[in-house]
């Protein structure tokens, strides 16, 4: 699935494929369609995905003599 916060947007490759230009993009009914960009030699279509995932939460670490702090958290797609 996609999730409706974020969006979708969409990118050209001008010329030799390295230079970036936005491009416009529609999505309906997760069809995306890109409005042509002179010059693109291809394109790109980004998208935030939806993940349904399981967590025991995040792990903390501290150490007060070092002042130094750090977590991380770990997810399993279910």
């Known amino acids: 699935g996609r999730r409706t916060v974020g969006g979708v947007f969409a990118v050209a490759h001008i010329g030799d494929g390295r230079a970036l230009r936005p491009a416009a993009v529609a999505v309906a009914d997760n069809v995306a369609t890109i409005t042509p960009v002179p010059g693109a030699v291809g394109y ?9 995932v399981l967590s025991t939460g995040p792990r903390e670490r501290g150490d007060v003599i070092r002042g130094a702090a750090d977590w991380d958290i770990e997810f399993e797609e279910v």
Request: proline residues 11%; hydrophobic residues 35%; neutral net charge.
């Open 44 to 52: 790109q279509i980004h998208y935030y995905p939806m993940l349904t």
